[in-house]
């Protein structure tokens, strides 16, 4: 008997259930994806990110890790955010934290947690930046939430400094980027005013222009003594 049995059962129910109330639905899925958002979200397998916003298969384009952190090295990431923009036509990307997030709690502790350290460095990053504010909270459980939430907005802000956001907003594609967090106990979000529609709302240091055509062309100079005597 198969291990996943469970699994392959559950699977099974779900899809007559689906095509006794929509019998077209999966054909018509199966022929295109056009969704309007761009969920980045927490590995957490409490926080399901189409259930919680309603909606549908096709609907919602997902990526998912430990913290929702967007790294500009993360190419898996970066890959996505790429794909959703310039082929689905996305016009929201939403990150979206959960308050009690393990990830950005292992991030707090000054303890070795293996390779995950490695990951969670970008965190500690955001903690450091907003030290002042974060030291001031004095109960544990409120200091987390609050750099949960601190996490989002630099989550949110590294996802405008892509070149593929930026080359978006350049050529005034509709695109948005917001922030939002997930309360676990109530299955509510809290929108954190997170908001970003064009390129002049970055600092000037990440605003990227368009670069020159030749910018990159390699020079290379030959030397006409290079082939005398071959």
């Not at 469970?6 to 639905?25: G, M």
């Not at 989550?155 to 907003?169: E, F, G, L, P, S």
């Not at 005034?172 to 509510?188: D, F």
Request: glycine letters at 4%.
């Amino acid at each position: 008997m198969s291990q996943l049995k469970k699994i392959y059962d559950n699977n099974i129910a779900w899809a007559k259930k689906i095509k006794a109330n929509r019998p077209d639905f999966f054909s018509n899925l199966s022929k295109q994806q056009s969704p309007e958002y761009l969920w980045i979200g927490c590995s957490d397998s409490r926080v399901v990110a189409e259930q919680l916003v309603g909606l549908q298969p096709g609907e919602l384009f997902v990526h998912r890790n430990i913290a929702n952190v967007v790294v500009p090295t993360d190419l898996n990431c970066l890959s996505v955010i790429q794909y959703a923009v310039e082929v689905l036509r996305v016009k929201h990307i939403i990150v979206c934290g959960h308050y009690g997030c393990g990830g950005v709690q292992a991030s707090m502790e000054a303890a070795e947690h293996g390779l995950i350290d490695n990951w969670l460095c970008h965190i500690k990053h955001v903690h450091q930046k907003n030290e002042e504010e974060l030291l001031k909270i004095s109960d544990k459980t409120e200091r987390l939430n609050r750099l949960c939430e601190l996490n989002v907005i630099e989550q949110a802000q590294n996802i405008c400094h892509t070149t593929v956001v930026q080359r978006a907003w350049r050529n005034n594609t509709e695109l948005s980027v917001h922030g939002c967090i997930y309360t676990l106990e109530t299955g509510l979000l809290k929108d954190l005013n997170v908001r970003y529609n064009e390129m002049n709302q970055m600092n000037d240091i990440y605003q990227l222009r368009k670069a020159k055509k030749d910018i990159y062309k390699p020079t290379i100079t030959i030397m006409k003594s290079d082939y005398e005597g071959r």
